[in-house]
């Protein structure tokens, strides 16, 4: 139950590169956007719910379940795909070729997002 909780952004990096990457307007890159933006996690084994405010992309809810396929949204586009875990990691590959990792790491939430070689990472704490 690691993930569940209210997350908000701490840092980032390598994000504008990943999106230019994944087809995003560079005009709707605003890096400001994802300060004060966060997310609220509730996990019921492999069943999760995230709802998402600020960032990048728009705010709402979505649902998932670890081994399903899974729909989803980045940088304002909408993806799908599968996702699993490696290990205590979430890991969704979309198919159009983007991984989307949700782990904690040091007591943060960690979000690593790769798409055309370039790597983002989005660190959250409680």
Same mark, same amino acid.
């Given at each position: 139950?690691? #993930?569940?909780? +209210?997350?908000?952004?701490?840092?980032?990096? @390598?994000?504008? *590169?990943?999106?230019?990457? #994944? &087809?995003?307007?560079?005009?709707?890159? *605003?890096?400001?956007?994802?300060?004060?933006?966060?997310?609220?996690?509730?996990?019921?084994?492999?069943?999760? +719910? #995230?709802?998402?405010?600020? &960032?990048? %992309?728009? +705010? %709402?809810?979505?649902?998932?379940?670890?081994?399903?396929?899974?729909? %989803?949204?980045?940088?304002?586009?909408?993806?799908? @795909?599968?996702? &699993?875990?490696?290990?205590?990691?979430?890991? +969704?590959?979309?198919?159009?070729?983007?991984?989307?990792?949700?782990?904690?790491?040091? %007591?943060?939430?960690?979000?690593?997002?790769?798409?055309?070689?370039?790597?983002?990472?989005?660190?959250?704490?409680?």
């Amino acid at each position: 139950m690691a #993930f569940a909780g +209210s997350w908000k952004v701490a840092k980032f990096e @390598g994000l504008k *590169d990943v999106a230019l990457a #994944f &087809g995003v307007d560079e005009s709707k890159l *605003d890096p400001a956007k994802l300060q004060g933006g966060g997310v609220e996690i509730t996990q019921d084994g492999d069943n999760f +719910s #995230f709802t998402a405010t600020g &960032g990048l %992309g728009k +705010s %709402g809810a979505h649902t998932m379940t670890v081994g399903q396929p899974s729909e %989803g949204e980045l940088f304002g586009k909408a993806y799908s @795909g599968t996702t &699993g875990w490696e290990g205590d990691k979430i890991v +969704s590959v979309g198919k159009s070729g983007v991984k989307l990792t949700r782990s904690i790491d040091g %007591g943060q939430l960690l979000y690593q997002v790769e798409f055309g070689g370039k790597v983002g990472k989005v660190w959250f704490s409680k």
